[in-house]
């Protein structure tokens, strides 16, 4: 019997690996670069498959009206390595090349990133900015990291065991499984059940609208069906085609990324016939590029877990003036709140009642320092930051803006912060990955109980809780009430009053997290749970059966 893991080749459109390396945009991206550090570290048979974003996502910065807006600066990376191998991707009739370069000098499982930014191709476009502006070139893109990083596997000789969707962009790689099972001799049937065997899924978005979906006649002309008939493709991902539900007929087990998502995730799913079991593994990160040594060492030796938060404060509010012009106080309380700027996250929660707030930030109490991005084409996340703009312009001293979030300002943050807070509407914070490195760091949560949260949360004791159970606009309400109420009654009695209480529970917060939620036991349980025991299992059900 071979006890060996088996190698998985994990494909994703983003990877947050470093801030110099501009492929990603936000949480999903950061979480794969976190898994190849994981995978590295121990040793694991993983390599990830990408692609070379020579745009990025957006650099979004804001205007003198306070508005943001985005650039798109070509960026050069010198220090990739080329591994010699081109492969070809037909879109829209057109054969695409797309060069294949290799990443593994940030401590990382190798990364191989496909690139159409070569002179033979008439279409280099196609891997400029990461998440396009129209379907047509959504599509393309999905068909370059699908198709072409399969066909990349091959060229590179790398035998693969498991092929790992983080999330559905990466599903014409399981269109082109079965294809290639057909031209060997397969029925389609056949190759669909054997195909099954061999993937396996993680799905992160809990709002179906927010589940990328595409027009079969659009799909047709782009060449995405790849061999297959409109019937077969339809009996895959439905009609419209539906990413999320393709990686759902396609894989024979799937994951949502914390036990509640899973949940919401089991709900949102359950009239898809013939779908995998839909299992939880909550995320995790990747301790050694997010905690503070310091903090690591004063916590592990039991030393100075003040001053060594202190000092990393210190160094966040120099950056934040530098960045900025304003200057904070490193007495005052400091909240954090980073993450991508979309509605259901609430980023001005904390701002709906000026006669409870407005006291608080002119009186030095509290300070708020706010990081994130709208998708380029997202009207109402532009419109949250124009308002979080004008109002830190309203307290120069007590609110910030710091545009074009990345890596570097998100590492500032969440070992630099004393408070993190976190406020989506519930049940819709698939897992919240930023709330985990804040407390790795001892920077204690105040969070709604959604995401991770429920997992890791002792009310008073490593962090806090707030919210109801309400929807809709009567969870505004009842949620921002609840926020001021624990902020005011415990949060603020605690740090200024009771400074040793408010030690020990960044004891208990880092003691929490580091390993419940970190990369390392993320990866473990993919392996145990989803990777596992592959050989054997009948159809796409999974099972723990030994194979010989």
């Known amino acids: 019997m071979d006890n060996r893991r088996p190698t998985v080749a994990y494909f994703c459109m ?7 390396l501009k492929i990603y945009a936000g949480g999903l991206g950061i979480l794969a670069g976190d898994y190849l550090k994981a995978a590295y570290e121990q040793g694991a ?32 990376y010198d220090f990739l390595h080329d591994t010699g191998v081109t492969v070809t991707v037909d879109i829209r009739g057109r054969a695409v090349c797309a060069k294949v370069w290799l990443v593994d000098q940030f401590g990382n499982a190798p990364l191989y990133l496909l690139d159409t930014n070569v002179p033979e191709n008439h279409d280099p476009w196609i891997t400029g900015q990461l998440y396009g502006w129209f379907s047509e070139e959504r599509i393309a893109q999905e068909m370059i990291l699908g198709i072409g990083g399969l066909r990349a596997l091959r060229a590179l000789g790398l035998k693969v065991d498991i092929y790992h969707f983080n999330e559905g962009h990466a599903v014409f790689a399981g269109i082109e499984l079965i294809r290639e099972k057909i031209e060997a001799g397969m ?29 079969h006649d659009l799909l047709q002309y782009m060449g995405a069906y790849n061999g297959l008939s409109r019937a077969q493709m339809e009996l895959l991902g439905g009609d419209p085609f539906n990413m999320t539900v393709a990686g759902l007929h396609l894989s024979r087990i799937a994951n949502g990324v914390s036990t509640l998502h899973t949940a919401t995730t089991q709900r949102m799913w359950e009239a898809v016939d013939n779908r995998p079991p839909i299992i939880a593994i909550t995320n995790g990160v990747h301790r050694k590029t997010w905690v503070d040594e310091r903090i690591s ?62 006291p608080l930030l002119r009186e030095g109490k509290i300070q708020i320092l706010f990081a994130g991005k709208a998708h380029p084409l997202d009207d109402a996340g532009k419109e ?26 998100g590492r500032l943050l ?35 109980l959604d995401g991770w949260w429920p997992e ?12 109801s159970d309400c929807e809709g606009s009567e969870q505004d309400l009842e949620d921002v009430a609840s926020l001021y109420t624990v902020l005011l009654d415990e949060v603020l009695p605690t740090y200024y009053g009771r400074r040793e209480e408010w030690i020990a529970m960044m004891r208990a917060s880092i003691a ?3 390993e419940q939620f970190s990369a390392a036991r993320m990866l473990n349980e993919y392996y145990t749970l989803m990777y596992g025991n592959y050989s054997g299992c009948p159809e796409h059900n999974f099972c723990h059966c030994e194979s010989s």
């Open 384 to 409: 949250t930051i124009t308002r979080l703009v004008k109002i830190s312009r309203q307290y120069p001293q007590g609110v910030v803006f710091l545009e074009d979030y990345d890596m570097e300002i």
């Open 14 to 20: 983003e990877y947050g690996l470093h801030t110099d």
């Open 187 to 215: 029925d389609f049937e056949s190759a669909y059940t054997a195909t099954r065997k061999e993937i396996v899924f993680t799905t992160h978005t809990p709002v179906k609208e927010g589940n990328e979906a595409h027009n």
């Open 297 to 358: 060492k004063a916590y592990a030796e039991g030393g100075d877990l003040w001053g060594a938060h202190m000092a990393a404060k210190e160094e966040l509010i120099i950056d934040v003036e530098r960045r900025s012009g304003q200057r904070l106080s490193s007495s005052a309380l400091l909240i954090g709140f980073a993450r991508r700027v979309v509605p259901y996250k609430r980023s001005d929660l904390i701002f709906r009642r000026p006669e409870i707030i407005d």
């Open 456 to 467: 890791g949360c002792i009310h008073g004791k490593n962090g806090w809780q707030f919210g």
């Open 512 to 514: 929490m997290a580091s």
């Open 414 to 448: 969440t070992r630099g912060c004393d408070l993190w807070l976190n406020n989506p509407r519930r049940p819709l914070e698939a897992s919240g990955t930023s709330g985990m490195k804040a407390a790795m760091n001892g920077v204690l949560n105040l969070s709604i």
């Open 45 to 76: 048979p993983l390599v990830g498959i990408g692609i070379l974003w020579r745009q990025g996502y957006t650099k979004q910065l804001i205007n003198a009206d306070g508005r943001p807006y985005d650039a798109y600066p070509c960026y050069k």
